[in-house]
């Protein structure tokens, strides 16, 4: 059974940072690209950064320059650094494995992130 459990998330004040976490099990981590996903209020879910097996990384453009995404495959875990924080920031973020750019497995519980200005 797959899991997807993400940690991290908190109420941040605008220029401010975060590391999100999210830990995989039921999966053969390191062979997966991973992403880092968010839904804000209203809007719907989108994909914010994403890392390949061979650790090649790709941003959205609202997020390019502030956020990293890294992976650490002996603890099945992908991270995701987010600096510069600003309150169009504010969402749930999840991570999920992906087939492309599609998620492959149920989503988790997300982390919630709040930016305040």
């Known amino acids: 059974q797959v899991q997807l459990v993400e940690s991290g998330g908190g109420l941040v004040q605008a220029g401010g940072s975060l590391r999100l976490s999210c830990a995989a099990s039921?999966?053969?981590?390191?062979?997966?690209?991973m992403g880092w996903y968010r839904q804000a209020p209203g809007k719907q879910r989108e994909l914010v950064a994403d890392?390949?097996?061979?650790?090649?990384?790709n941003y959205a453009d609202s997020v390019k320059g502030r956020f990293t995404i890294s992976r650490h495959n002996a603890k099945n875990t992908v991270y995701l650094q987010m600096n510069s924080l600003k309150p169009e920031d504010t969402a749930v973020y999840y991570c999920?494995?992906?087939?492309?750019?599609?998620?492959?497995?149920?989503w988790g519980k997300g982390t919630l992130v709040t930016v305040s200005s």
């Open positions: 890392i390949t097996s061979g650790r090649s990384t």
């Open positions: 039921g999966i053969i981590f390191s062979i997966n690209a």
């Open positions: 999920n494995a992906l087939s492309g750019v599609a998620p492959m497995y149920r």
